[in-house]
């Protein structure tokens, strides 16, 4: 019979099976080679073939989380490539800056579809392989979840409800063993804030290492700490 994970008690890393979303992100990369490095099989799951191909590892799966069948596709892709799967990583998002009148609707709606309602679809579709093998899901929110900034007001509002749903999943999936991990890193040094979908990064301090942050935030799961707040990365 196989053995019951224990949540918090920390979770071994060298092969489990994981997906890694945003695995052609600055974190999610860092994450993934992280977790390859820990002895983790990966799925990489982005947009563009080329640039997961070009990353080296894991098996590509090409999706677009604004697309309601992307979790479909990780979900055949972890059956047919690994047998299963114990955990999602999700390493997606997208930003946009500036005050919300002038931020257009388009806008909205694509902060929103990125970081809340594509992940909720993928969530609904992936968590069922979860629960088989007793995983782990882990979202990168991010700190504007506790601080809501202004000029920031979607971004914030769509990080404060990723980590809703952490809260509730992690109750809600407590008595199938699925440990739900939030990861809510400040301001990091990865480019996002010079990529926005609108608007202009007001000026922000200087922001963490991201190879730091993407091992801060490997070292929170095979600890099994699931909240982890802005205050838990140290500056560099
Ligand atoms: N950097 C920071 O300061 C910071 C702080 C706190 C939290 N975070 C969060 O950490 C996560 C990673 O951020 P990052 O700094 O590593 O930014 P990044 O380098 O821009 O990575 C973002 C990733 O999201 C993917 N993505 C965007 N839209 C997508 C979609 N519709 N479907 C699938 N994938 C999509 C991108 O894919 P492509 O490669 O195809 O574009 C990319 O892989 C984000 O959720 C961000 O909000 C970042």
């Known amino acids: ?22 695995a052609t992100g ?29 990353l080296g590892t894991g098996v590509p799966v090409v999706a677009d989380l604004g697309d309601a069948a992307a ?21 997606a998002g997208v930003v946009a800056f500036g005050s919300l009148v002038d931020t257009p609707d388009e806008v909205v709606e694509e902060l929103f579809l990125t ?9 609904r579709r992936v968590l069922p392989l979860l629960e088989e093998s007793q995983g ?22 769509s990080k404060a409800a990723l980590s809703a749903v952490a809260t509730a999943l992690r109750t809600e999936l407590r008595r199938s063993r699925v440990e739900v991990h939030d990861v809510r890193p400040p301001h990091t040094e990865t480019g996002l804030a010079s990529r926005p979908l609108a608007g202009e990064a007001p ?27 802005a205050s838990a990365f140290a500056p560099r």
């Open 1 to 22: 019979m196989s053995q019951q994970h224990q949540p918090g008690r920390g979770r071994e890393l060298a092969g489990a099976r994981i997906a890694v979303v945003g």
């Open 26 to 54: 600055a974190l999610g990369s860092l994450v993934a080679a992280e977790l390859e490095r820990r002895g983790a099989r990966l799925l990489v799951v982005g947009r563009d073939a080329g640039r997961l191909e070009a």
């Open 71 to 91: 979790g479909d596709a990780v979900v055949a892709a972890a059956r047919e490539h690994l047998g299963g799967l114990d955990g999602l990583v999700n390493a």
């Open 115 to 123: 970081n809340v309602v594509g992940p909720l679809f993928l969530l």
């Open 136 to 157: 782990f899901v882990l979202q990168l929110s991010a700190v504007v979840a506790e601080r809501p900034m202004p000029r920031m007001a979607a971004y914030s509002a």
């Open 203 to 229: 000026g922000l301090p200087a922001g963490l290492a991201p190879d730091d942050v993407a091992r801060r935030i490997v070292d929170a799961l095979a600890a099994g700490e699931t909240d982890v707040p």
